[in-house]
């Protein structure tokens, strides 16, 4: 709560400063030539401009006045509404796998954004010459070096349905979505062929009676299947990736939201209600992303089989689309209906943990004092 708040009141501290520096360059007064920087002014801006891009936002002018890396790094994030928080990098870290981490150099102390690559080793971008260098994982945790990982928070608000799922989507990436989607069409298209290879079988393949024609067939059969279960396989990889990343970032803004709150709040809850809670908001936000993809794969699919129905029965067309109609509006009823019963659900399980938490501690008293 100390770090949170410390925060928040530098931000409000380089907001006047801004508004400050404003002034002055309303009075005439010119800020420093960005291109006139000298090496440590450089790293320092690459790397927070190596930041920023990783939540897609490009890199800010920052006031002439401000020198300070920290003073740098909390304006700049300020203004995009991005936060962080300390960590240790030791064996027992365990982050997101693209997720930036910001650390400082032993001797010079100068700062560097390294990003995980797989599990064994982090790699960083040299800021003069843009190639990567490999850095040993077991090496960075050996040095037990303070790092900081970086999350968008919650709002300081009350946070309703829409201003969740509107936070969840900024958690996803513009390409994350390309390849789902890509994906999707590539796999809606190779489903289409297993209906004319199957005709194909029954039909002419059949008929004709010809074994070679009928294995290059069931060759094709086979490797459409194949190839379908692999596209399908990769789609699902995928969207564990994107599930992964914002449960990781939903967990650490609600964390830093609950550490916010007043101490009135916690007299309300007790240790088992209050994370059953907190383990349910991640629970929310893979059943929005889940509904998500499962709708726009639909989407996808049923546009796909539509097009299919011209050559096959163009008669059937104006009926399936009025079943598709149908049954989008069926699905958003009852995705209204299930998120209302969740949450009364959802509600229902962190009274009974908490419950079940005090019965276990009461035990735990009665066998202290020896009743």
Not at 10 to 25: T, V
Not at 202 to 228: H, N, P, R
């Amino acid at each position: 709560m100390g770090w949170f708040e410390d925060q928040l009141k530098e931000r409000k501290k380089l907001d006047d400063e801004l508004l400050k520096e404003s002034f002055k360059s309303l009075a005439g007064m010119e800020a420093a030539d960005p291109t006139d920087l000298s090496e440590k002014a450089a790293r320092e801006n690459y790397a927070i401009s190596q930041i920023l891009s990783y939540f897609n936002h490009q890199m800010t002018d920052i006031p002439a006045n401000i020198n300070d890396f920290t003073d740098k790094l909390n304006y700049a994030l300020g203004q995009y509404d991005v936060q962080y928080r300390k960590i240790m990098l030791d064996d027992s870290y365990a982050g997101d796998d693209e997720c930036p981490l910001l650390i400082f150099t032993i001797v010079s102390n100068s700062p560097v954004v390294i990003f995980p690559k797989g599990t064994k080793s982090y790699y960083y971008v040299n800021h003069e010459t843009g190639k990567k260098t490999t850095i040993d994982a077991n090496l960075v945790n050996r040095l037990e070096l303070e790092a900081y990982s970086f999350y968008r928070p919650l709002p300081k608000t009350k946070v309703s349905f829409k201003e969740y799922a509107s936070y969840i989507s900024k958690a996803i990436r513009p390409t994350d979505i390309a390849l789902v989607i890509l994906l999707s069409i590539i796999a809606t298209g190779v489903g289409l062929l297993l209906p004319y290879l199957i005709k194909l079988m029954t039909g002419d393949v059949v008929g004709s009676k010809d074994m070679d024609q009928f294995i290059s067939v069931s060759i094709y059969l086979v490797a459409t299947a194949t190839g379908l279960l692999i596209i399908n396989a990769a789609k699902a990889f995928i969207n564990s990736r994107v599930a992964i990343r914002i449960d990781r970032s939903v967990q650490e803004a609600t964390m830093m939201r609950i550490l916010s709150l007043p101490t009135s709040f916690f007299k309300q809850y007790n240790t088992g209600e209050l994370t059953a809670r907190f383990n349910s908001v991640g629970m929310l936000s893979n059943l929005i992303v889940n509904q998500m993809s499962i709708a726009l794969l639909s989407f996808v699919m049923s546009l796909a089989y539509i097009v299919q129905l011209f050559s096959f029965a163009p008669v059937l067309i104006i009926p399936v689309v009025i079943i598709e109609v149908v049954s989008l509006g069926f699905s958003v009823y009852i995705s209204y209906v299930q998120r209302s019963h969740t949450r009364k659900v959802l509600e229902l399980s962190s009274k009974e943990d908490g419950v079940t938490y005090e019965i276990i501690n009461g035990i735990q008293k009665i066998r202290l004092s020896g009743s």
